[in-house]
Protein backbone atom coordinates (compact mmCIF):
# COMPACT_ATOMS: atom_id res chain seq x y z
CA UNK A 1 0.00 0.00 0.00
CA UNK A 2 1.32 3.59 -0.72
CA UNK A 3 1.92 5.59 2.56
CA UNK A 4 0.10 8.46 2.10
CA UNK A 5 0.26 11.73 4.32
CA UNK A 6 -2.46 12.99 7.20
CA UNK A 7 -4.82 15.48 5.55
CA UNK A 8 -6.74 17.74 7.95
CA UNK A 9 -10.44 17.36 8.19
CA UNK A 10 -11.89 19.56 5.50
CA UNK A 11 -15.61 19.73 4.71
CA UNK A 12 -14.90 21.50 1.12
CA UNK A 13 -13.10 20.20 -2.07
CA UNK A 14 -10.84 22.77 -3.81
CA UNK A 15 -12.20 23.70 -7.49
CA UNK A 16 -8.28 22.94 -8.25
CA UNK A 17 -7.06 19.97 -6.79
CA UNK A 18 -6.74 18.14 -9.69
CA UNK A 19 -4.83 20.81 -11.41
CA UNK A 20 -1.94 19.89 -14.01
CA UNK A 21 1.79 20.75 -13.68
CA UNK A 22 1.91 22.40 -16.86
CA UNK A 23 -1.55 24.07 -16.10
CA UNK A 24 -0.68 27.82 -17.12
CA UNK A 25 1.34 26.77 -20.28
CA UNK A 26 -1.18 24.01 -21.55
CA UNK A 27 -4.70 26.41 -21.06
CA UNK A 28 -3.00 29.44 -22.89
CA UNK A 29 -1.82 26.82 -25.88
CA UNK A 30 -4.82 24.96 -26.14
CA UNK A 31 -7.21 27.45 -24.80
CA UNK A 32 -8.72 30.49 -27.91
CA UNK A 33 -8.74 34.21 -26.73
CA UNK A 34 -12.11 35.90 -28.35
CA UNK A 35 -11.69 37.47 -31.27
CA UNK A 36 -9.63 41.40 -30.93
CA UNK A 37 -11.86 43.91 -30.35
CA UNK A 38 -12.51 46.44 -33.37
CA UNK A 39 -14.51 48.85 -35.16
CA UNK A 40 -17.03 46.07 -36.34
CA UNK A 41 -17.48 44.05 -33.56
CA UNK A 42 -17.04 46.63 -30.57
CA UNK A 43 -20.80 46.73 -30.00
CA UNK A 44 -20.99 42.86 -29.81
CA UNK A 45 -18.28 42.27 -27.38
CA UNK A 46 -19.41 44.93 -24.80
CA UNK A 47 -20.11 43.84 -21.30
CA UNK A 48 -22.88 46.18 -20.96
CA UNK A 49 -24.00 45.56 -16.98
CA UNK A 50 -20.82 46.87 -16.09
CA UNK A 51 -20.17 49.53 -19.35
CA UNK A 52 -23.87 50.86 -17.69
CA UNK A 53 -22.75 51.17 -14.59
CA UNK A 54 -19.00 52.52 -14.91
CA UNK A 55 -20.84 55.32 -17.82
CA UNK A 56 -24.10 56.41 -15.74
CA UNK A 57 -22.27 56.73 -12.07
CA UNK A 58 -20.02 59.70 -13.65
CA UNK A 59 -22.33 60.95 -15.62
CA UNK A 60 -25.01 61.51 -12.64
CA UNK A 61 -22.13 62.81 -10.63
CA UNK A 62 -21.25 65.46 -13.60
CA UNK A 63 -24.59 66.50 -13.83
CA UNK A 64 -25.10 66.50 -9.90
CA UNK A 65 -22.64 68.83 -10.03
CA UNK A 66 -23.94 71.37 -12.30
CA UNK A 67 -27.60 71.50 -10.78
CA UNK A 68 -26.89 70.66 -6.72
CA UNK A 69 -25.38 72.80 -4.30
CA UNK A 70 -22.68 71.19 -2.19
CA UNK A 71 -23.55 71.81 1.71
CA UNK A 72 -20.79 71.18 4.10
CA UNK A 73 -22.50 68.43 5.84
CA UNK A 74 -22.88 66.00 2.85
CA UNK A 75 -19.42 67.09 1.73
CA UNK A 76 -18.23 65.61 4.97
CA UNK A 77 -20.70 62.57 5.07
CA UNK A 78 -19.34 61.67 1.33
CA UNK A 79 -15.90 61.49 2.71
CA UNK A 80 -16.99 59.56 5.30
CA UNK A 81 -19.12 57.00 2.89
CA UNK A 82 -16.03 56.84 0.67
CA UNK A 83 -13.92 55.48 3.27
CA UNK A 84 -16.61 53.22 4.35
CA UNK A 85 -17.57 51.44 1.00
CA UNK A 86 -13.38 51.82 0.50
CA UNK A 87 -12.87 49.97 3.50
CA UNK A 88 -15.48 47.31 2.43
CA UNK A 89 -13.20 46.55 -0.43
CA UNK A 90 -9.66 46.58 1.00
CA UNK A 91 -10.14 45.49 4.40
CA UNK A 92 -13.24 43.30 3.23
CA UNK A 93 -13.09 42.00 0.17
CA UNK A 94 -9.01 42.05 -0.60
CA UNK A 95 -7.67 41.50 2.64
CA UNK A 96 -10.15 38.91 4.61
CA UNK A 97 -11.69 37.29 1.62
CA UNK A 98 -9.50 37.14 -1.24
CA UNK A 99 -6.43 36.70 1.14
CA UNK A 100 -7.70 35.89 4.58
CA UNK A 101 -5.11 38.03 6.21
CA UNK A 102 -7.00 38.07 9.51
CA UNK A 103 -10.05 36.30 11.05
CA UNK A 104 -13.55 38.82 11.70
CA UNK A 105 -15.68 38.56 13.98
CA UNK A 106 -19.37 37.51 12.67
CA UNK A 107 -20.29 41.21 13.26
CA UNK A 108 -17.31 42.78 11.13
CA UNK A 109 -17.77 40.51 8.41
CA UNK A 110 -21.16 41.47 8.45
CA UNK A 111 -20.38 45.21 8.20
CA UNK A 112 -17.20 44.61 6.18
CA UNK A 113 -20.05 42.70 3.49
CA UNK A 114 -22.68 45.38 3.72
CA UNK A 115 -19.69 48.15 3.08
CA UNK A 116 -18.58 46.32 0.29
CA UNK A 117 -21.73 46.11 -1.54
CA UNK A 118 -21.42 49.88 -1.55
CA UNK A 119 -18.84 50.22 -3.71
CA UNK A 120 -20.62 48.35 -6.31
CA UNK A 121 -18.09 45.58 -7.35
CA UNK A 122 -19.39 42.31 -7.65
CA UNK A 123 -20.05 40.15 -4.88
CA UNK A 124 -17.43 38.76 -2.45
CA UNK A 125 -17.38 35.82 -4.41
CA UNK A 126 -17.14 37.02 -7.75
CA UNK A 127 -14.19 39.47 -6.66
CA UNK A 128 -12.06 37.12 -4.59
CA UNK A 129 -12.44 34.52 -7.04
CA UNK A 130 -10.83 36.99 -9.66
CA UNK A 131 -8.79 38.49 -7.22
CA UNK A 132 -6.80 35.16 -6.51
CA UNK A 133 -6.40 34.67 -10.01
CA UNK A 134 -4.68 38.04 -10.73
CA UNK A 135 -2.49 36.91 -7.83
CA UNK A 136 -1.57 33.41 -9.22
CA UNK A 137 -1.20 34.38 -12.88
CA UNK A 138 0.19 37.74 -12.11
CA UNK A 139 1.26 39.21 -15.60
CA UNK A 140 -0.16 36.76 -17.92
CA UNK A 141 -3.27 36.02 -19.98
CA UNK A 142 -4.44 33.90 -16.77
CA UNK A 143 -4.85 36.98 -15.04
CA UNK A 144 -8.24 39.17 -15.65
CA UNK A 145 -6.54 42.47 -15.44
CA UNK A 146 -3.04 41.43 -17.20
CA UNK A 147 -1.02 44.45 -16.66
CA UNK A 148 1.12 43.87 -19.54
CA UNK A 149 -1.59 44.61 -21.84
CA UNK A 150 -1.64 48.34 -21.13
CA UNK A 151 -2.70 50.67 -18.70
CA UNK A 152 -6.26 51.49 -19.58
CA UNK A 153 -7.24 47.91 -19.92
CA UNK A 154 -5.83 46.76 -16.16
CA UNK A 155 -7.74 49.77 -15.16
CA UNK A 156 -11.17 49.34 -16.78
CA UNK A 157 -10.94 47.83 -20.03
CA UNK A 158 -11.07 44.59 -18.82
CA UNK A 159 -14.85 45.37 -17.47
CA UNK A 160 -16.07 46.97 -20.29
CA UNK A 161 -15.59 43.87 -23.10
CA UNK A 162 -16.71 40.37 -22.05
CA UNK A 163 -13.64 39.05 -20.78
CA UNK A 164 -10.84 37.65 -23.57
CA UNK A 165 -10.24 34.56 -21.78
CA UNK A 166 -11.30 32.83 -18.44
CA UNK A 167 -9.54 34.24 -15.83
CA UNK A 168 -7.02 30.86 -14.62
CA UNK A 169 -8.48 28.36 -11.99
CA UNK A 170 -8.25 29.76 -8.87
CA UNK A 171 -10.00 28.39 -5.40
CA UNK A 172 -13.25 29.78 -3.31
CA UNK A 173 -14.41 26.89 -2.13
CA UNK A 174 -13.44 28.16 1.35
CA UNK A 175 -15.92 31.32 0.32
CA UNK A 176 -18.64 29.42 -0.77
CA UNK A 177 -19.12 27.89 2.23
CA UNK A 178 -18.79 30.95 4.29
CA UNK A 179 -22.61 31.94 4.92
CA UNK A 180 -21.64 35.89 5.08
CA UNK A 181 -20.55 35.24 2.08
CA UNK A 182 -23.13 33.24 0.45
CA UNK A 183 -25.80 35.42 2.02
CA UNK A 184 -24.04 39.00 0.57
CA UNK A 185 -24.21 36.71 -2.98
CA UNK A 186 -27.42 36.27 -2.38
CA UNK A 187 -29.26 39.48 -1.70
CA UNK A 188 -26.53 41.33 -3.36
CA UNK A 189 -28.69 43.78 -5.88
CA UNK A 190 -30.82 44.66 -2.67
CA UNK A 191 -27.67 45.36 -0.49
CA UNK A 192 -26.00 47.16 -3.45
CA UNK A 193 -29.24 49.25 -3.81
CA UNK A 194 -29.04 50.52 -0.25
CA UNK A 195 -25.49 50.36 0.56
CA UNK A 196 -24.54 52.89 -2.50
CA UNK A 197 -27.89 54.82 -3.00
CA UNK A 198 -30.15 54.35 -0.36
CA UNK A 199 -28.56 55.43 2.76
CA UNK A 200 -26.30 58.45 1.13
CA UNK A 201 -29.84 59.76 0.08
CA UNK A 202 -31.77 59.51 3.22
CA UNK A 203 -28.62 60.02 5.66
CA UNK A 204 -28.23 63.38 4.37
CA UNK A 205 -31.77 64.07 3.71
CA UNK A 206 -32.95 62.77 7.11
CA UNK A 207 -30.04 64.48 8.97
CA UNK A 208 -29.88 67.78 7.14
CA UNK A 209 -32.72 68.04 4.46
CA UNK A 210 -30.38 67.51 1.56
CA UNK A 211 -31.77 64.15 0.19
CA UNK A 212 -30.82 65.07 -3.50
CA UNK A 213 -26.94 66.49 -2.61
CA UNK A 214 -26.66 62.79 -0.71
CA UNK A 215 -28.04 61.23 -3.98
CA UNK A 216 -25.45 62.94 -6.18
CA UNK A 217 -22.41 63.86 -4.14
CA UNK A 218 -22.71 60.92 -1.32
CA UNK A 219 -23.93 58.32 -3.51
CA UNK A 220 -23.28 58.87 -7.84
CA UNK A 221 -20.25 60.73 -6.99
CA UNK A 222 -18.86 58.82 -3.83
CA UNK A 223 -19.06 55.89 -5.97
CA UNK A 224 -17.58 57.19 -9.15
CA UNK A 225 -14.08 58.07 -6.53
CA UNK A 226 -14.61 54.08 -5.04
CA UNK A 227 -14.56 52.47 -8.00
CA UNK A 228 -11.28 54.24 -9.73
CA UNK A 229 -9.64 54.35 -6.42
CA UNK A 230 -10.24 50.54 -6.44
CA UNK A 231 -9.11 49.82 -10.48
CA UNK A 232 -5.53 52.11 -9.48
CA UNK A 233 -5.05 48.99 -7.61
CA UNK A 234 -5.09 46.80 -10.71
CA UNK A 235 -3.41 50.06 -12.91
CA UNK A 236 -1.53 52.35 -11.68
CA UNK A 237 -0.08 50.27 -8.78
CA UNK A 238 1.33 48.16 -11.77
CA UNK A 239 3.14 50.83 -13.36
CA UNK A 240 4.27 53.66 -11.49
CA UNK A 241 6.56 53.23 -8.13
CA UNK A 242 9.64 51.25 -6.69
CA UNK A 243 10.60 47.62 -7.02
CA UNK A 244 12.33 46.83 -3.10
CA UNK A 245 11.09 43.29 -2.22
CA UNK A 246 10.92 41.66 -6.36
CA UNK A 247 11.25 42.79 -9.63
CA UNK A 248 10.02 39.59 -11.80
CA UNK A 249 6.62 41.16 -11.55
CA UNK A 250 4.82 44.52 -12.32
CA UNK A 251 3.41 45.57 -9.03
CA UNK A 252 4.99 48.12 -7.60
CA UNK A 253 4.94 50.74 -4.22
CA UNK A 254 3.97 53.96 -4.24
CA UNK A 255 2.90 57.13 -2.07
CA UNK A 256 0.47 58.62 -4.54
CA UNK A 257 -1.31 55.10 -5.23
CA UNK A 258 -1.29 54.31 -1.54
CA UNK A 259 -3.00 57.81 -1.55
CA UNK A 260 -5.89 57.11 -3.73
CA UNK A 261 -6.34 53.31 -2.74
CA UNK A 262 -7.24 53.74 1.08
CA UNK A 263 -3.41 52.07 1.13
CA UNK A 264 -3.23 49.17 -1.11
CA UNK A 265 -0.09 50.89 -3.05
CA UNK A 266 2.04 49.11 -1.44
CA UNK A 267 1.57 46.74 -4.22
CA UNK A 268 4.86 45.26 -4.65
CA UNK A 269 5.04 44.31 -0.99
CA UNK A 270 1.63 42.95 -1.35
CA UNK A 271 2.02 40.94 -4.03
CA UNK A 272 5.81 39.12 -2.45
CA UNK A 273 3.78 38.81 0.66
CA UNK A 274 -0.37 38.73 0.09
CA UNK A 275 -1.33 36.82 3.05
CA UNK A 276 -0.06 39.89 5.24
CA UNK A 277 -2.43 41.89 6.76
CA UNK A 278 -0.76 45.07 6.13
CA UNK A 279 0.36 46.29 2.66
CA UNK A 280 2.51 49.37 4.46
CA UNK A 281 5.43 48.14 6.88
CA UNK A 282 6.79 51.32 7.85
CA UNK A 283 4.74 53.32 10.26
CA UNK A 284 4.92 56.55 8.40
CA UNK A 285 3.62 55.03 5.33
CA UNK A 286 0.12 55.51 4.11
CA UNK A 287 -1.85 52.06 4.99
CA UNK A 288 -5.26 53.38 6.71
CA UNK A 289 -6.47 49.66 6.01
CA UNK A 290 -4.03 48.53 8.26
CA UNK A 291 -4.71 50.89 10.96
CA UNK A 292 -8.34 49.78 10.49
CA UNK A 293 -7.77 46.53 10.94
CA UNK A 294 -5.56 46.96 14.14
CA UNK A 295 -8.17 49.14 15.84
CA UNK A 296 -10.43 46.29 14.95
CA UNK A 297 -7.94 43.75 16.51
CA UNK A 298 -8.12 46.28 19.55
CA UNK A 299 -11.80 46.26 19.99
CA UNK A 300 -11.48 42.36 19.86
CA UNK A 301 -13.34 42.37 16.06
CA UNK A 302 -10.32 41.13 14.41
CA UNK A 303 -7.93 38.43 15.53
CA UNK A 304 -4.78 36.16 13.82
CA UNK A 305 -3.59 39.25 12.07
CA UNK A 306 -1.23 37.59 9.77
CA UNK A 307 2.50 39.17 9.36
CA UNK A 308 5.79 37.31 7.73
CA UNK A 309 8.66 37.07 9.49
CA UNK A 310 11.12 40.37 9.70
CA UNK A 311 13.47 38.20 8.22
CA UNK A 312 11.99 36.60 5.10
CA UNK A 313 10.61 40.11 4.21
CA UNK A 314 14.71 41.33 4.76
CA UNK A 315 15.61 38.88 2.57
CA UNK A 316 13.89 40.50 -0.36
CA UNK A 317 14.88 43.60 0.24
CA UNK A 318 18.54 42.85 0.40
CA UNK A 319 18.35 40.84 -2.56
CA UNK A 320 17.11 44.03 -4.90
CA UNK A 321 19.52 46.27 -2.76
CA UNK A 322 22.40 44.38 -3.89
CA UNK A 323 21.14 43.75 -7.28
CA UNK A 324 20.97 47.77 -7.52
CA UNK A 325 24.95 47.51 -6.27
CA UNK A 326 25.73 45.48 -9.03
CA UNK A 327 23.99 47.16 -11.59
CA UNK A 328 26.19 49.87 -10.53
CA UNK A 329 29.39 48.32 -10.22
CA UNK A 330 28.50 47.45 -13.81
CA UNK A 331 29.22 50.30 -14.37
CA UNK A 332 32.43 51.39 -13.02
CA UNK A 333 35.91 50.20 -14.93
CA UNK A 334 37.64 47.65 -12.54
CA UNK A 335 41.71 46.68 -12.60
CA UNK A 336 42.11 43.49 -14.92
CA UNK A 337 42.07 40.00 -12.84
CA UNK A 338 45.23 37.43 -12.13
CA UNK A 339 42.84 35.38 -15.02
CA UNK A 340 43.77 38.44 -17.70
CA UNK A 341 47.41 38.87 -17.16
CA UNK A 342 50.22 37.46 -18.28
CA UNK A 343 52.48 35.85 -15.73
CA UNK A 344 56.03 36.84 -16.14
CA UNK A 345 58.85 34.92 -14.56
CA UNK A 346 61.60 37.12 -12.00
CA UNK A 347 64.25 37.11 -14.73
CA UNK A 348 61.40 38.61 -17.45
CA UNK A 349 60.14 40.63 -15.25
CA UNK A 350 64.11 42.93 -13.84
CA UNK A 351 64.42 42.76 -17.98
CA UNK A 352 61.61 44.64 -18.82
CA UNK A 353 62.09 46.70 -16.61
CA UNK A 354 65.22 48.33 -18.07
CA UNK A 355 62.83 49.55 -20.80
CA UNK A 356 60.10 50.73 -18.97
CA UNK A 357 59.01 51.57 -15.19
CA UNK A 358 57.89 48.52 -13.53
CA UNK A 359 56.96 48.23 -10.06
CA UNK A 360 56.04 44.48 -8.32
CA UNK A 361 53.42 44.89 -5.30
CA UNK A 362 51.35 41.67 -3.96
CA UNK A 363 52.55 39.67 -6.41
CA UNK A 364 51.61 42.11 -9.19
CA UNK A 365 53.47 43.80 -12.10
CA UNK A 366 52.51 47.41 -12.18
CA UNK A 367 53.42 49.87 -15.43
CA UNK A 368 53.76 53.39 -12.84
CA UNK A 369 55.21 55.43 -16.18
CA UNK A 370 51.56 57.55 -16.38
CA UNK A 371 51.84 57.95 -12.65
CA UNK A 372 55.74 59.16 -12.07
CA UNK A 373 54.95 62.54 -12.03
CA UNK A 374 52.05 62.38 -9.94
CA UNK A 375 53.00 60.39 -7.20
CA UNK A 376 52.22 62.97 -3.84
CA UNK A 377 55.39 61.74 -2.50
CA UNK A 378 57.59 62.89 -5.37
CA UNK A 379 59.46 60.99 -8.89
CA UNK A 380 62.15 59.90 -6.75
CA UNK A 381 60.45 58.01 -4.41
CA UNK A 382 58.71 55.74 -6.78
CA UNK A 383 61.68 55.26 -9.12
CA UNK A 384 64.04 53.46 -6.95
CA UNK A 385 61.52 50.99 -7.01
CA UNK A 386 61.52 50.36 -10.43
CA UNK A 387 62.58 46.56 -10.86
CA UNK A 388 62.17 45.54 -7.59
CA UNK A 389 58.94 44.36 -4.96
CA UNK A 390 57.73 47.59 -3.35
CA UNK A 391 55.37 45.90 -1.17
CA UNK A 392 56.88 46.87 2.31
CA UNK A 393 57.36 50.28 1.76
CA UNK A 394 53.90 50.66 0.23
CA UNK A 395 52.07 49.31 2.91
CA UNK A 396 53.05 51.10 5.67
CA UNK A 397 57.29 50.73 5.22
CA UNK A 398 57.80 54.16 3.79
CA UNK A 399 53.69 55.32 4.04
CA UNK A 400 50.42 53.45 4.89
CA UNK A 401 48.89 54.25 1.49
CA UNK A 402 45.38 55.00 1.34
CA UNK A 403 42.69 52.71 -0.04
CA UNK A 404 42.18 55.31 -3.11
CA UNK A 405 45.79 54.68 -3.48
CA UNK A 406 45.80 51.40 -3.54
CA UNK A 407 42.71 50.87 -6.04
CA UNK A 408 44.68 53.20 -8.30
CA UNK A 409 47.92 51.04 -8.05
CA UNK A 410 45.66 48.02 -8.91
CA UNK A 411 44.79 49.68 -12.51
CA UNK A 412 48.25 49.77 -13.57
CA UNK A 413 48.28 46.16 -13.05
CA UNK A 414 50.00 44.77 -16.17
CA UNK A 415 51.33 41.32 -15.18
CA UNK A 416 51.40 38.62 -12.75
CA UNK A 417 55.07 37.19 -10.82
CA UNK A 418 55.07 33.71 -11.04
CA UNK A 419 55.23 32.32 -7.74
CA UNK A 420 54.95 35.90 -6.73
CA UNK A 421 51.14 35.95 -5.46
CA UNK A 422 50.19 35.22 -2.20
CA UNK A 423 47.02 33.03 -1.09
CA UNK A 424 44.33 34.94 -0.63
CA UNK A 425 46.35 37.64 0.76
CA UNK A 426 44.32 40.72 1.65
CA UNK A 427 47.07 43.09 0.12
CA UNK A 428 46.47 41.24 -3.08
CA UNK A 429 43.31 42.79 -3.23
CA UNK A 430 42.32 46.40 -3.96
CA UNK A 431 40.13 47.74 -1.09
CA UNK A 432 36.91 48.51 -3.75
CA UNK A 433 37.46 45.25 -4.42
CA UNK A 434 37.00 43.44 -0.50
CA UNK A 435 33.24 42.76 -0.78
CA UNK A 436 31.95 42.35 -4.32
CA UNK A 437 28.40 40.97 -5.54
CA UNK A 438 29.17 37.58 -6.82
CA UNK A 439 26.53 34.99 -8.44
CA UNK A 440 25.75 31.88 -6.57
CA UNK A 441 26.58 30.12 -9.59
CA UNK A 442 30.20 32.05 -9.75
CA UNK A 443 30.42 30.73 -6.47
CA UNK A 444 29.64 26.78 -7.87
CA UNK A 445 32.04 27.56 -10.89
CA UNK A 446 35.01 28.95 -8.94
CA UNK A 447 34.54 25.89 -6.30
CA UNK A 448 34.84 23.41 -9.07
CA UNK A 449 37.61 25.07 -11.44
CA UNK A 450 39.64 25.05 -7.70
CA UNK A 451 38.44 21.15 -7.03
CA UNK A 452 39.56 19.91 -10.35
CA UNK A 453 42.99 21.70 -11.30
CA UNK A 454 46.18 21.19 -9.80
CA UNK A 455 48.57 24.50 -9.50
CA UNK A 456 45.46 26.80 -9.57
CA UNK A 457 45.97 29.78 -7.85
CA UNK A 458 42.53 31.52 -6.69
CA UNK A 459 41.17 34.76 -4.88
CA UNK A 460 38.16 35.95 -4.24
CA UNK A 461 36.73 37.53 -7.82
CA UNK A 462 33.31 37.33 -9.45
CA UNK A 463 35.30 36.87 -12.77
CA UNK A 464 36.48 33.60 -11.34
CA UNK A 465 40.13 34.49 -10.98
CA UNK A 466 41.75 31.72 -11.66
CA UNK A 467 44.83 30.54 -13.92
CA UNK A 468 47.08 27.86 -13.81
CA UNK A 469 50.90 28.86 -13.21
CA UNK A 470 52.25 27.05 -16.05
CA UNK A 471 50.71 29.41 -18.47
CA UNK A 472 53.46 31.53 -18.27
CA UNK A 473 53.63 34.18 -21.38
CA UNK A 474 56.12 37.11 -21.81
CA UNK A 475 55.05 40.87 -21.69
ZN1 LIG B 1 -1.82 43.32 -8.25
ZN1 LIG C 1 -4.26 41.12 -3.38
Known amino acids: MVPSLPTPPIDYIPSDVNIPDNYVEHTLATTKELPPITLNNWWKELNYVSTIVLTVTP ?18 FSVFWYFVTGLGITAGYHRLWAHRSYNASVP ?33 DLDPYNAHKGLLWSHIGWMLVKPRRKPGVADVSDLAKNKIVRWQHQWYLQLLIIMAFLIPSIVPGFGWGDFRGGFFYAGAMRLTFVHHSTFCVNSLAHWLGTTPFDDKHTPRDHFITALVTVGEGYHNFHHQFPMDYRNAIKWYQYDPTKWFITVCYWLGLASHLKAFPEGEIKKGQLTMELKKLDR ?92 GLELESER ?35 AGNLYSADEVTKL
Open 328 to 419: KSHTITWPKSSNDLPVITWESFQEQSLTRPLVLISGFIHDVSSFLDEHPGGRHLLAKMIGKDASTAFFGGVYDHSNAAHNLLAMMRVGVLQH
Open 59 to 76: CLAIYGIFTTKLVWQTAL
Open 108 to 140: LEYALALAGAGAVQGSIRWWSRGHRAHHRYTDT
Open 428 to 462: AIPPSQRLQIVRAVQIADLIRAADGGENMFSFPSP
